[in-house]
């Protein structure tokens, strides 16, 4: 009787099972219907526009039901509580000019990867996603997440690839464009963000360009006056790279690194150079005279904090024209500098695109939007800023300055993001302490950076799953010690950790790296 | 049911087992639910397993990623440091699950004798409130005490001995300081099967033994100790199955995250989750979690076959 009692749970159990299985393999299918859905809608809608494929009107269909693009903005649960006012204007504009409206979806940026991969295995709603932040274009490109852009970027997105034009070659993976950046003017270079009332105040001359015998000497002047010169923390990146020019593969280094990127493409292990076993002499150098705080390790303040408390001096950072502006205090003011000249890479562009989901209903609908906000200033600082009036308001006797200040949106309850960028920056409202000469600053500065010789290209890490995860995990604990100078000998520190390094396998992956940069270069 | 009940009507012997089944139906409808939530929770993400051995890809799905051999475990090898991350994983459990015994055993008895109702309840919860705390919380309190600046233990030696020891930067402490964090906190939880166990023996042994003139270390020795045998033993086979996981919490945020530290206090968990952070590559997580479990598994059924060698009766199958 006990038997058949078990039979019977078993069979119950085996046929929920089955049925759970059926779940399981009808998803699939079902998942990949939508994205054969739209390729024939985008296939119906192609041959109604070759006859007048300039004009934008007749590319757009006006007589069918608005669609409704699905895109997201990524923060950090900010509450964004202005949303619906935000989407109204926006779909003000939207369904004048493409017959569509728009559902902002806000997104944690740390569930960037999952959530938008799960909801595309999970065949969701998802039309114009980001990659770059923490879930790089390559990445969905090889999650099968990105629908590439080119065809529909001939057709219905010439604005978009225009204002993108000058850096196209960054959003193509093996020559084909998956997303479009939200930086086209990426130049980017390392540097220093200080004090600049202390500085005034001591006679410490911060400028351009400075020597580490330069910035030894300004730490010293600050050792005398009691404060720390800057912090590192329990870090495991490649801080050298903030006071350099490198043109970085993998997030420390951990493919490689092009020392000198505008005149060389050789690829190599920057925890084997000179420089690096210089830098970290210089660490322990700072660290030994008391230039760095003692209990930097495990003190678990942050940088900025320490930076706007007036507890340390300056502090390492990526320089770019409007880098100053993160950097800003009310209690003195703030000067940068940078350490190399401005370098216009791969990694700056990908660092935050927008591309269209593989399983998008209406792919034509997303370009259309895509394009508009390149195009259109209105949409453009909609989806930057909010609501005029409402989450931010423009400073009076400027041109395009505008601040949160003084709105509902000055604790950012409104609407904001602080890692979205959406359209072309020199068409947008310029978020103030930045001023009016912002966007010449700009341009200036990405006319006069030169070019990586690897630009265009990012490294296809695919085939060292293993070598990666060794790699970081001897980055994570070899690297803080160094980067603290907190190490009795450096010469034994960075030899161990160039060992462990190899032993992980760097060598084959920079190797592999310079391979599939050489291939590309030969293009 | 009804229509089945019907149709077994006939037959004598089915019908006995009709009345039978109906006589345990709401048992079995009692225990639904749980056995539900097995099923669901324990069972049916087996079928997950196979992520282990596959190049996952979340366009494709679990069922059509291609298959890689057991390239995703290469990784938890490839560390120079791997066989150091085995031995703290392995050594840490081993010497935990026989400490833990004998301080939970040891805190059951003596929470057992303490006759006051109210202060018993008192000591049990204050044993045990560590245990309900988040690890972080408790990585500040290890902070407060050990920090080169202003910890309570730092600046208390430094006052006796004028030396300040960096506690954060020296391994040599922390295997110490890690089981002496794991037992505080895990005492409380570790101990309430053993009291429960303890609540369940007849007080008339003791009776008999006080009347014989027995002292009460020997009532410990040769009565309660034997009886709490077979809880004992079933701990130890179940902790067997945990043996090549750690607790991450501990391991990772109480040593706050120093490098220096690593060699004491690297496990396989803080290893792949340092490895793969950046990475979010399912496969290998899922590559680890399968060898933490065969090994848990193998450990498991051996330490069952031990004590069943030992005493038949105590083994849990």
Not at chain 1, 206 to 232: N, Q, R, V
Not at chain 1, 249 to 256: H, K, L, R, V, W
Not at chain 1, 379 to 400: F, H, K, M, P, S
Not at chain 2, 58 to 82: R, V
Request: net charge negative; with cysteine; glycine share 8%.
């Amino acid at each position: 009787m006990k038997k058949k009692l078990i039979s019977m749970v078993l069979v119950g159990a085996m046929s929920t099972m089955m049925l759970a299985g059926c779940g399981g393999k009808t998803e699939a299918p079902a998942a990949s219907a939508p994205a054969a859905g739209a390729e024939t809608a985008a296939e119906e809608a192609a041959p109604a526009e070759e006859g007048a494929p300039a004009a934008e009107a007749s590319v757009i269909n006006f007589d069918e039901d608005p669609y409704e693009i699905a895109i997201t903005l990524i923060g950090l649960n900010e509450s964004n509580n202005d949303l619906d006012k935000v989407e109204e204007e926006l779909n003000k504009i939207t369904l004048e000019k493409i017959n569509a409206t728009v559902d902002i979806q806000p997104l944690f940026i740390g569930d960037m990867g999952t959530t938008t991969t799960m909801g595309i295995a999970g065949g969701e709603k998802m039309d114009i996603v980001t990659v770059g932040l923490v879930y790089s274009m390559s990445n969905a490109v090889s999650d099968g997440v990105l629908l590439p852009l080119d065809d529909l970027l001939a057709e219905r997105g010439q604005a978009a690839a225009a204002v993108t034009a000058d850096v196209a070659e960054a959003q193509k993976i093996n020559g084909v464009t998956y997303a479009l950046t939200g930086y086209p003017y990426s130049a980017m270079t390392g540097g220093f963000a200080y004090n600049k009332t202390l500085a005034e105040e001591w006679g410490i001359d911060m400028h351009d360009y400075m020597t580490w015998d330069e910035l030894t000497e300004a730490a010293k002047i600050c050792k005398e006056h009691g404060i720390y010169f800057t912090k590192y923390g329990n870090s495991s990146q490649l801080n050298l790279k903030f006071e350099s020019g490198f043109d970085v593969f993998g997030a420390s280094g951990d493919y490689g690194v092009i020392l000198d990127p505008a005149n060389s493409s050789t690829i190599e292990n920057v925890y084997a150079s000179d420089i690096f076993e210089k830098f970290c002499e210089r660490q322990k150098d700072w660290f030994d005279n008391g230039y760095l705080p003692a209990d930097q390790m495990t003190d678990s303040t942050s940088v900025q904090q320490l930076f706007a408390n007036q507890q340390v001096f300056c502090t390492s950072t990526a320089y770019t024209p409007d880098q100053i502006a993160v950097w800003l205090s009310p209690d003195f003011e703030t000067g940068i500098i940078k350490m190399a000249d401005g370098i216009t890479m791969t990694g700056g562009v990908v660092e935050m695109m927008l591309g269209i989901a593989a399983t998008s209903e209406r792919p034509d609908k997303c370009m259309d939007l895509l394009n508009l906000i390149y195009s259109d200033r209105d949409v453009a600082n909609l989806l930057n800023y909010g609501v005029e009036g409402l989450d931010y308001a423009r400073v009076e006797g400027t041109e395009n300055v505008i601040t949160y200040e003084g709105t509902p949106n000055a604790d950012h309850s409104g609407y904001y993001t602080s890692f979205s960028h959406f359209g072309d920056p020199t068409m947008r409202y310029v978020l103030a302490p930045l001023t009016d000469s912002y966007i010449d600053d700009l341009k200036a500065f990405n006319e006069e950076a030169k070019r990586s010789k690897a630009f265009g290209y990012s490294f296809n890490a695919e085939m060292y799953p293993t070598e990666a995860a060794a790699i970081s995990a001897v980055l994570q604990e070899k690297l803080p010690m160094l980067n603290a100078g907190q190490i009795s000998d450096v010469k034994a520190g960075v030899d161990d950790l160039v060992a462990s390094l190899e032993q992980a396998g760097i060598n084959d992956v920079i190797a592999g790296n310079q391979e599939q940069l050489d291939a590309y270069l030969a293009q | 049911m009804a229509s089945e009940k019907k149709n077994t009507s006939p037959t004598g012997n089915k019908k006995s087992f009709g009345a039978a089944f109906l006589h345990w139906l709401p048992f079995y409808l009692m225990g639904a639910p749980g056995l539900i939530y097995i099923f669901i929770n324990n069972y049916m993400p087996l079928a997950g397993l196979q992520i282990a051995f596959k190049n996952f890809n979340y366009a494709k799905g679990m069922w059509d990623s291609p298959w890689i051999g057991f390239k995703n475990f290469e990784f938890l090898f490839k560390s120079k440091d791997a066989f150091i991350i085995i031995r703290n994983t392995l050594l840490y459990n081993i010497a935990w699950i026989f400490i833990g015994m004998v301080i939970g055993v040891g805190a059951a008895i003596l929470l057992n004798e303490v006759n006051n109702k109210i202060a018993k309840k008192f000591y049990q919860t204050a044993i045990l409130l560590p245990y309900l705390m988040s690890m972080v919380v408790i990585a500040y309190l290890v902070y407060a005490y050990l920090s080169p600046s202003s910890g309570l233990i730092t600046k208390g030696l430094e006052h006796l001995t004028g030396n300040t020891i960096q506690f954060y930067q020296q391994p040599k402490f922390w295997p110490f300081i890690l089981t002496f964090v794991h037992e505080w906190r895990g005492i409380g939880f570790g101990m309430i099967l053993y009291l429960s166990s303890l609540l369940g023996i007849d007080p008339g042994y003791y009776e008999a033994a006080s009347l014989d003139g027995a002292t009460k270390w020997q009532q410990i020795r040769l009565i309660t100790i034997p009886l709490l045998k077979p809880t004992i033993l079933m701990l130890l086979i179940l902790n067997m199955g945990q043996i090549f996981r750690s607790d991450f919490g501990l391991f990772y945020q109480v040593p706050m995250m120093q490098s220096p530290l690593f060699p004491v206090t690297q496990t396989i968990d803080t290893y792949v989750y340092r490895a793969l952070m950046q990475l979010n590559n399912v496969g290998m997580s899922a590559a680890a979690s399968f060898i933490q479990s065969v090994v848990g598994f193998i450990f498991i059924v051996t330490a069952n076959k031990i004590v069943s060698k030992l005493d038949e009766n105590s083994s849990l199958f």
